[in-house]
């Protein structure tokens, strides 16, 4: 943990444009531990009227990413793999759970889930984070 407190390191992460972007609402984040919710709109959808695969991802690498630095230090993602199980159907949000579940020296692994309204799961990712000693603000 650096110097920073949870608190400064959410607002930090709550902040970050690309998510804003997308309509990411940052819920929780908590040491390891983050989650996070997207409104879809007609700009998440692909050229089929389905919630495009990239959206999804987004959701999940911003969560994962809010998991990942949530202590305060700077992460950053090394490998992450999706695998989408079912699409969302004509849920109006998308909600992202990551958790870190193992530590190895400076690497961190991640278990993300994300489910749509009914919590019916539509992609699980898995994710590397390699952890600096670096604040997130200097």
Same mark, same amino acid.
């Given at each position: 943990m650096s110097d920073m407190d949870m608190d400064e390191a959410a607002a930090i992460i709550r902040s970050d444009?690309?998510?804003?972007?997308?309509?990411?609402? $940052?819920?929780?984040?908590?040491? +390891?531990? =983050?989650?996070?919710?997207?409104?879809?709109?007609?700009?998440?959808?692909? $050229?089929?009227?389905?919630?495009? +695969?990239? =959206?999804i991802f987004a959701l999940a690498d911003a969560t994962f990413g809010a998991a990942a630095n949530s202590n305060g230090t700077m992460a950053m993602a090394i490998h992450v793999s999706i695998d989408f199980l079912a699409p969302p159907g004509g849920t109006e949000h998308l909600e992202a759970d990551v958790r870190e579940d193992a530590r190895a020296g400076r690497g961190g692994h991640y278990v993300m889930?994300?489910?749509?309204?009914?919590?019916?799961?539509?992609?699980?990712?898995q994710g590397w984070a390699y952890h600096t000693a670096r604040p997130l603000v200097e």
């Open positions: 444009p690309f998510a804003s972007s997308l309509g990411i609402e $940052f819920v929780l984040i908590e040491s +390891g531990h =983050a989650v996070s919710r997207m409104k879809l709109t007609g700009e998440h959808l692909n $050229f089929m009227g389905l919630v495009h +695969g990239g =959206a889930k994300i489910t749509n309204d009914s919590g019916e799961l539509v992609a699980v990712c």
